[in-house]
C-alpha cells in the first residue's frame, strides 16, 4: 500500500517536472503531497462516518470534559462529544473555503493581471493603484470585515478569502506579463497579424502558469491558517457541526481549568494541512526555478 | 537630500488614493451588504417602527448613499471620523484611548521577531547543512503553519495556567490596576516613569506572552530571510577579502556580512507591519488586550459604521506612514540607493 502510493507520487513528481531537470528527488514535494492527500481522503470518508469512532455532534453517554483516555484518545468536550471524532472531520469548511477561496482569486486575479499588463496605460495604472491599495491592507482584518458582512457560511467565507487574495495573482501575472510582453515572438505574432485576445490566451497566459502554480500552493497554506481564524472569531460554520476553529474557539473557555485536549489537537491539525500546502509549495518554486535551489556553500 | 524631499512628497500623494480606494471599498460593502445597525444598536429589543425610523435619521444613514458619502469624505478631510454608534463619542477619540495599548504590543513583538528571526537565521547560515541549520529550517517552515491564536493559547496553557509564570490574559494586574495611573496610554513607559518595581514587573510579565506570540511568524520569516541572505554575502568577494586579511570569523560575521546582509530584510519591514497588524486582531482577542485590532473585531460585530471606517483609514494611514518611512530610510541604510 504505501509503496504504491509512493510510485504515484513519484509519477505526479515526474509530470510536474516534465523529467527536464531531473529532480526526481523532490522529498519536501512529497511529504507535502502526502500530508494534503491525507487529509483529502480522511476528511471525505469522515463525512460518512467511516472513520471517526463516535458521531462528531451527538451527544453520548460518556464523560463531559474527561481527558484522553483509552475509549476517548483526545478527550471529551463539554457536551460530551469525542474530540478525536470530531478533528478528523472537522477539516471539512477548512479545505472547501480553501480551495473555493483560491480558485476564485486565481481565476479572477489572473485575468485581471494579464488584461492590466497587457493592454496597459490608465487602464493598468488604475487597477495596480486599486490592487496596491488592497495588497498593503492587514489581508486578515479585510476578511473579518468582509466575512461579517457577507454573513457566517461556507459561501460568504470563500468570497472573503478569495476576495483578499486577489491582489497576490493581479501582481504575479501582470509582473510576468510585463515582462513576455516585450520579447520578441510577441512582437512576431503581432506582426502576423494575431488578435489580442488571442496573443494573451495563446502566447502571455501560459507563460505565467509556473508563477501562478507556486503561488497558489503558499497560498492554500494562507487560506487555511485564515480560516481556522474566521471560524475562531466566530465566522464560520453555524455551532453542531465540527470544525477545528470553532473548537478552538469553543476549548478556550475551558481553558482555566486546564482543558488542554480541547485546543491542542485541533490546532495540531490546522499546523499539519497547512504545512503540507506550505511543503508543496515549496517544493513547486524548487521545480519551476532550479535557481532558487540551494546554494551549497 | 533634495530628492529625498521629492520622493517623500510624491510618496505621499500617492497615498492619498490609495487611502481614497480602501476606504470607498469599506464605505460600499457596509452600506450595501446586509446588517442594520439600528437593529444592532438596540439588540433585538422591540422597538416601534416610528423610534427605528427615528434613530436612523438621527444617525444620519436614512439618506441616499452618495450624500453620506460626500458628506464623510468631507469630513475625514477636516479629521471628524464622526461618533461612535455604539459609544456615541467621537471614534477618533476611541483610536487614540486604544491605539497606544496595539502600538506596544506591536512593538514588542517586532523586538521578538527580531532577535529571534535575525539570532536563528544567522546560527543557520553560520553552520549550513550541519544539524543546528536543520533544525532552525524546519522551524522556519513551520512557524508559517503556525495558527497566531491557536499559539497564544498554548501560551497560555502552558506558561499561564499550568506553570503560573505570566498572567492569563489584559494589560495588567486587577489590583495594581487599581492604583494605576496611565498617562500615555504606554503601560510599560508609564510604569517605568512611576519607578515602581511591583508595577514594571506587573506590565512587563503581562507584555510576554501577547509579544511572543505576535512576534512568532515573523520570526519564522526574518529568519528565513537573514539566512538565505547570509548564504549569499558570506559567498562574496569582500567576505573572502576580509577573511584573507586575518580578521576574526565573529568580527567577519557580524561586522562584514551580516550588515550587508540585512539591507534586502530592511525592505519587507512595511509589508511585515501589515502582517502584524492582521496578526494584532487575534493577539488581541486571545489576551483580552484593548488594543485598535479588537476594537475592530467589536465594532464590526455591533454593525458600528463610523468606528469600523474609522478604525481601518487609521490603520491604513499608519501602514502607509510606516512603508514611506522605511523606503526612506532604505537609503540611508544602503548609499547606493538614490531617489
Known sequence: ?297 | MGGITRYALQRLLLTIPMLLILLTLVFLILRVMPGDPVAAMLGGRNVSPQLMDEYRHKMGVDRPIPVQYIEYLGDIVRGDFGDSFSTSKPVVSEIFLRFPATLELAFFGLLFSWIFGFGTGLLAAVRVDRPIDHVVRIFHIGSFAMPLFWLGLMLQVIFAVKLGWFPVATRIGGRIAFTFQSKTGFYLLDAILSGNGKVILDVAKHLVLPSVTLGFAQAGLLGRMTRASMLEVLDADYVTTARAKGLKERIVVLRHALRNALIPIVTVFGLQFAILMGGAVLTETVFSWPGIASFLVRSIEARDWPAIQGAIVFIAIFISVINLAVDIAYSFIDPRVRY
Open chain 1, 1 to 297: 500500500m504505501a509503496r504504491g502510493m509512493i510510485g504515484v507520487l513519484d509519477w505526479i513528481v515526474d509530470k510536474l517536472s516534465r523529467g527536464k531537470h531531473g529532480l526526481r528527488h523532490q522529498t519536501v514535494l512529497k511529504v507535502g503531497l502526502v500530508i494534503v492527500i491525507a487529509f483529502l481522503i480522511m476528511t471525505v470518508l469522515a463525512q460518512y462516518s467511516w472513520l471517526t469512532p463516535y458521531s462528531p455532534t451527538k451527544y453520548r453517554d460518556a464523560p463531559r470534559l474527561e481527558g484522553p483516555s483509552i475509549h476517548h484518545w483526545m478527550g471529551t468536550d463539554q457536551l460530551k462529544r469525542d474530540v478525536f471524532s470530531r478533528i478528523i472531520s472537522g477539516g471539512k469548511a477548512s479545505i472547501i473555503v480553501a480551495f473555493g477561496a483560491v480558485a476564485l482569486s486565481m481565476t479572477i486575479g489572473s485575468i485581471l493581471g494579464w488584461i492590466s499588463g497587457f493592454v496597459g496605460g490608465f487602464l493598468d495604472r488604475s487597477l495596480s493603484l486599486t490592487m496596491d491599495a488592497i495588497y498593503s491592507f492587514p489581508s486578515m482584518i479585510l476578511a473579518i470585515v468582509l466575512v461579517a458582512m457577507f454573513g457566517a457560511g461556507l459561501g460568504p467565507m470563500i468570497l472573503a478569502v478569495g476576495f483578499v487574495y486577489i491582489p497576490t495573482y493581479f501582481r504575479v501575472t501582470r509582473a510576468e506579463v510585463l515582462q513576455v510582453k516585450e520579447t520578441t515572438y510577441i512582437e512576431a505574432a503581432r506582426a502576423v497579424g494575431v488578435s489580442s485576445v488571442r496573443i494573451v490566451l495563446r502566447h502571455v497566459a501560459p507563460n505565467t502558469v509556473n508563477a501562478i502554480m507556486a503561488v497558489s500552493s503558499f497560498n492554500l497554506a494562507d487560506a487555511i491558517l485564515t480560516v481556522a481564524a474566521l471560524s475562531f472569531l466566530g465566522f464560520g460554520l453555524p455551532p453542531p457541526l465540527p470544525d477545528w476553529g470553532y473548537d478552538i474557539q469553543n476549548g478556550q473557555k475551558f481553558l482555566q481549568s486546564g482543558s488542554w485536549w480541547l485546543i491542542t489537537f485541533p490546532g495540531l491539525m490546522i499546523i499539519a494541512l497547512s504545512l503540507g500546502f506550505g511543503l508543496i509549495g515549496e517544493g513547486i518554486s524548487d521545480l519551476v526555478n532550479p535557481k532558487r535551489k540551494r546554494k551549497k556553500v
